[in-house]
């Protein structure tokens, strides 16, 4: 079983609707949660991280933690056909001596017109 | 910003050949990573390095090797290709900390017949 797992698989809203994605990690040691997208034809590129519990806004992406159920969400409001992507959560543990991220198996986003 | 190249962009490689992937990044970071990316696994990690002379085996290391001659460079080396080695592959490179940001190559797609 992956370590990190994502829902829903894909999710299509309306431009300038409310996107929602799940990611749940099932691995206590990880500490650090990162948020990657990946545009067709392109490398995945971070999109936001967070490290605590509670929210992280970062214009209209606002990500979510909570360490305890080891749940991280990332909420995208006023979504625009550009956020059309496949999104990944990865999650890493403390380490000073290279850091290696787990990814989910990912959710496609589809922003609709 | 952090760059990271991959040649080739494509290859078509047949079952028994010889295939190496390279990687170069320009950010000096100490680490870097190879992973591939097939549909409903996400990125999965298969080589990755601290530096230069060393290489470690990630989540699935079967049939690839890899090799880190330089900070610069990290090459991904399948002796014996397989078709079920057929996937997208991305380079990328980070810093030692668990909370550092990854940096990803464009892709290489890889097509073994």
């Known amino acids: 079983q992956q370590k990190v797992q994502q829902s829903p698989e894909s999710l299509s809203v309306p431009e300038g609707g409310m996107a929602s994605l799940n990611c749940t990690s099932s691995d206590r040691n990880f500490q650090y949660f990162w948020w990657y997208r990946q545009h067709s034809g392109e490398g995945p590129k971070a999109l936001m991280?967070?490290?605590?519990?509670g929210d992280k806004k970062e214009g209209r992406f606002t990500a979510h933690l909570n360490k305890a159920s080891l749940h991280v969400s990332l909420h995208i409001r006023d979504s625009q056909p550009s956020d059309s992507a496949l999104y990944f959560c990865a999650a890493s543990g403390a380490t000073s001596s290279g850091q290696k991220l787990v990814f989910g198996q990912g959710t496609i986003l589809k922003v609709y017109l | 910003e952090a760059a990271v190249t991959q040649s080739p962009r494509n290859k078509v490689a047949v079952t028994g050949g010889k295939v190496t992937l390279s990687c170069n990044q320009t950010n000096n970071h100490n680490n870097m990573y190879w992973y591939r990316q097939d549909t409903g696994h996400g990125l999965r990690l298969i080589h990755y390095s601290y530096g230069a002379g060393s290489t470690e085996k990630g989540d699935i290391p079967d049939g690839y090797k890899a090799s880190r001659p330089s900070q610069e460079n990290f090459s991904l080396i399948l002796e014996l290709a397989t078709p079920s080695q057929t996937s997208v592959y991305f380079c990328?490179?980070?810093?030692?900390?668990?909370?550092?940001?990854?940096?990803f190559g464009p892709g290489t797609r890889l097509t073994v017949l």
């Open positions: 990328a490179s980070g810093g030692d900390w668990g909370e550092s940001e990854q940096f």
């Open positions: 991280s967070i490290f605590s519990d």
